[in-house]
């Protein structure tokens, strides 16, 4: 059942992990086999420190987030997002913990809009994430 969203209303955070295993998943899912995205090698030639998770994923999981907290995908009109920082993914059993945060920032009858905060390790890895949603009846 969901609800209806109130201004300055806030949810989380949210901790989501994420672990090369889920990199490795979500690449066959999407296709996108760049190996930035589980090669420490391949991502140290391309100028980064480790394997970093696909940005697309860190939009989804954020998304995945607001899903919960709203009461389902049929409720999201748009969402959108700016890449700002990786997320840098070690080669352990716990990876990296992203965390997401949202705030009410708008809301009429009829929808609501949401201002996310997502980071991982205290910085900010998506910027000025927005979601908008219709009000639960």
């Given at each position: ?96 913990a992203v965390e997401v945060a949202a ?10 809009t949401l201002a996310l905060d997502v ?5 900010s890895v998506l910027g000025r994430v ?8």
């Amino acid at each position: 059942m969901s609800v209806q969203l109130a201004e300055d209303q806030t949810f989380g955070p949210r901790t989501i992990n994420v672990t090369r295993s889920t990199l490795v998943r979500y690449a066959g899912a999407s296709g996108d086999f760049n190996p930035i995205h589980y090669s420490d090698r391949a991502a140290r030639e391309a100028g980064m420190d480790g394997v970093i998770a696909h940005g697309m994923w860190t939009m989804g999981a954020a998304l995945g987030a607001v899903i919960d907290w709203v009461g389902g995908p049929e409720r999201v009109v748009s969402q959108r997002a700016r890449f700002t920082r990786p997320v840098q993914v070690p080669d352990t059993k716990e990876g990296a913990a992203v965390e997401v945060a949202a705030t009410v920032c708008k809301a009429s009858d009829e929808m609501a809009t949401l201002a996310l905060d997502v980071r991982c390790d205290g910085q900010s890895v998506l910027g000025r994430v927005e979601v908008v949603v219709r009000q639960g009846e």
